[in-house]
């Protein structure tokens, strides 16, 4: 069983930077694609980034050209580079993984509280 485990979350102020981290471990880990997700206080849960074992990217509108996601295939890592960070980014953040092909985000980690304060 695959579990991912987040790390980097905090406190900081409008306009500053935070990187996330996730490190999945277990027996025979094999994620497909992997993303984050976050979910902010009376929100749905979004998705806000993922990107495949090759390399390919997508984002939400709401992170585009603010957030980088980057991934280590051979460490098990995935990273989320948040700059220009802005108070309507507060949210707790999970790292999330796709184990197959089948598109289901399938294995979550704990979540990580990221605070923007202004």
């Known amino acids: 069983q695959v579990q991912l485990v987040e790390s980097g979350g905090g406190l900081v102020e409008a306009g500053g930077s935070l990187r996330l981290s996730c490190a999945a471990s277990g027996s025979d880990v094999y994620i497909n694609i992997m993303g984050w997700h976050r979910q902010a206080p009376g929100e749905q849960r979004e998705l806000i980034a993922f990107?495949?074992?090759?390399?390919?990217?997508q984002y939400a509108d709401s992170v585009k050209g603010r957030f980088t996601i980057s991934r280590n295939n051979a460490e098990n890592t995935v990273f989320l580079q948040m700059n220009s960070l802005k108070p309507e980014d507060t949210a707790v953040y999970y790292c999330?993984?796709?184990?197959?092909?089948?598109?289901?985000?399938?294995?979550w980690g704990q979540g990580t509280q990221v605070t923007v304060s202004s």
């Open positions: 990107i495949t074992r090759t390399g390919t990217t």
């Open positions: 999330t993984g796709q184990s197959s092909l089948v598109p289901m985000w399938d294995i």
